[in-house]
């Protein structure tokens, strides 16, 4: 892999002032699209796939998504103390694991949308090809994740790439949605009509219901999710390729070279780490927030405001809200500092998630509304990946003699953040189910409109404000962040100047 990436033609990685250059930037960021690309289609795709494509019961469908993300969780933190245990190669520390999990990933992903002919082995076949795709992402997401903290030891720079980075992401979304929807969107299993009778035991049916899916149309819409995941798994390789080639680690030479850590040690030296743990809870709620809104806001649109054939479209309109956002917020954050930008763009999104159950049906509110939900999923999405290196920076200076624990740090937060995912699907799945939610019905009952108001305002609503009292703890502010950033730099200078007297 070395001798192949020296054969290419050299990218011009820093310019003459050691400064990263546009193109690392650019070949940075795009490394963190596939994971966005892959969880979107996942995200608003597989839960529809599995019940109206595979045709697996609504029980077998909800274990299958619940222990995935549960598995998921569990797999960041393992990952994340192996690839803080791993040797520095030719190819960096980060960058053999990326490109060793690429292939098994993709094709695991393709499985997942593949319908196996033996009935009885359907589940087991989802269960096993989701949860496996889960932990070789994770050994993509991880090393790349913590490839912040060694593309440069400049902490401006690390900011720039993160707002480069979180762009491509967001705009990965964009593409993920795009994709899957456009290819097998026309293919999707139609609602069907009829009238709503509530059962003796509280349940809910369909009556006059008289749909029929032939069985070619099953097998178009079979063909159409695994073109969708084959154009999905080229993008896949080709944005690692770019990672990988146009991308080059630092090695930290002046650092004293420490004793790897043992697991639980890590865990306790993370978990022990105020600053860290307390801008984590932060996000732990406002992420909550958001995926209650992103999980519940299609059938929101779909049913209780009654736009079923316009809500692909309205999530298209939040992720191209949020893409252009992303480099407002990095500009703000730069001005007015990190904490501000917390307070004011989370909290952006919180008029209109009131707003939006409070007044009849509008497809123009519902417009307006996300692009505003879209502005505040830019801020979601930058600040916690720009304000980490933050922490670890002032963990750095508090511990001048620990190195190798980036990636740790990196994992237990995506470690948390996939916790509060699986947390709001299980939370959203339960509350429809106990609601009486009909599915593929073109209507619900009214106990299942006024949950779904519930999930994508009232609960969303407490969560962030919730989030934001964890915030008002959280003690780096710029002045601490800046004197920081001052004594690495001279930290980084004597070392040199120690390494070279030694030469």
Not at 38 to 51: D, E, V
Not at 331 to 358: D, E, H, N, Q, S
Request: with cysteine; aromatic share 14%; charged share 15%.
């Amino acid at each position: 892999a070395e001798s192949l990436k020296s054969s290419l033609p050299v990218l011009q990685l820093r310019d003459e002032s050691g400064r990263l250059s546009v193109c690392s930037k650019l070949c940075y960021a795009i490394g963190g699209a596939p994971y966005q690309i892959t969880g979107s289609a996942l995200g608003f795709f597989l839960q529809i796939y599995l019940l109206d494509v595979a045709q697996l019961d609504t029980f077998y469908a909800s274990i299958i998504l619940f222990v995935g993300r549960a598995w998921d969780a569990v797999t960041d933190p393992t990952v994340g103390f192996l690839v803080s245990r791993s040797r520095w190669t030719r190819c960096g520390r980060m960058m053999p694991w990326i490109l060793i999990s690429t292939p098994f990933a993709v094709l695991t992903y393709f499985l997942i949308w593949y319908v196996p002919s033996v009935e009885q082995w359907k589940v087991l076949w989802y269960l096993i090809f989701y949860c496996l795709f889960q932990s070789l992402q994770t050994c993509f997401h991880v090393p790349y994740s913590a490839l912040t903290m060694f593309i440069s030891m400049d902490q401006k720079e690390r900011d720039s790439a993160t707002a480069y980075r979180m762009t491509a992401e967001v705009l990965g979304s964009v593409v993920g949605t795009a994709i899957q929807g456009q290819i097998v969107g026309g293919a999707i299993t139609p609602c069907l009509p009829g009238n709503l009778e509530v059962l003796d035991n509280g349940n809910t049916t369909l009556l006059g219901s008289d749909v029929n899916i032939s069985h070619i149309s099953l097998d178009e819409t079979k063909r159409a999710y695994l073109i969708a995941s084959a154009v999905i798994c080229v993008l896949y390789v080709l944005c690692a390729a770019v990672l990988f080639l146009g991308v080059r680690e630092q090695e930290e030479c002046g650092r004293l070279k420490t004793e790897p850590m043992s697991f639980f040690e890590g865990m306790r030296m993370v978990m022990g780490y105020g600053p860290y743990v307390k801008l984590v809870m932060g996000f732990l709620f406002t992420s909550l927030a958001f995926m209650l809104l992103e999980g519940n806001f299609a059938l929101f649109i779909s049913y209780t405001m009654g736009f079923r054939n316009d809500f692909q479209n309205i999530l298209l309109v939040i992720m191209l809200s949020g893409t252009l956002s992303i480099p407002f917020w990095q500009w703000f954050l730069t001005r007015f500092g990190k904490k501000t930008a917390v307070y004011i763009g989370i909290t952006w999104a919180v008029p209109f998630m009131i707003l939006i159950v409070c007044i009849e049906s509008s497809l123009i509110v519902a417009y307006v509304v996300s692009v505003a939900a879209g502005v505040s999923v830019a801020a979601a999405f930058l600040l916690p990946w720009s304000m980490l290196p933050d922490v670890v920076d002032d963990f750095k200076v508090k511990n001048p003699d620990s190195s190798g624990h980036e990636a740790i740090f990196y994992s237990f937060y995506v470690f948390f953040t996939k916790f509060a995912s699986g947390i709001s699907l299980g939370i959203s799945t339960l509350s429809l189910d106990f609601a009486g939610y009909v599915t593929r019905g073109c209507s619900q009952p009214d106990a299942v409109n006024l949950t779904l108001k519930v999930l994508v305002s009232a609960a969303p609503v407490v969560l962030i404000f919730l989030g934001l009292l964890i915030f008002k703890t959280y003690p780096i502010d710029e002045e601490r962040r800046q004197g920081n950033r001052k004594l690495l730099n001279q930290d980084s200078d004597t070392e040199s100047t120690e390494l070279g007297s030694v030469v």
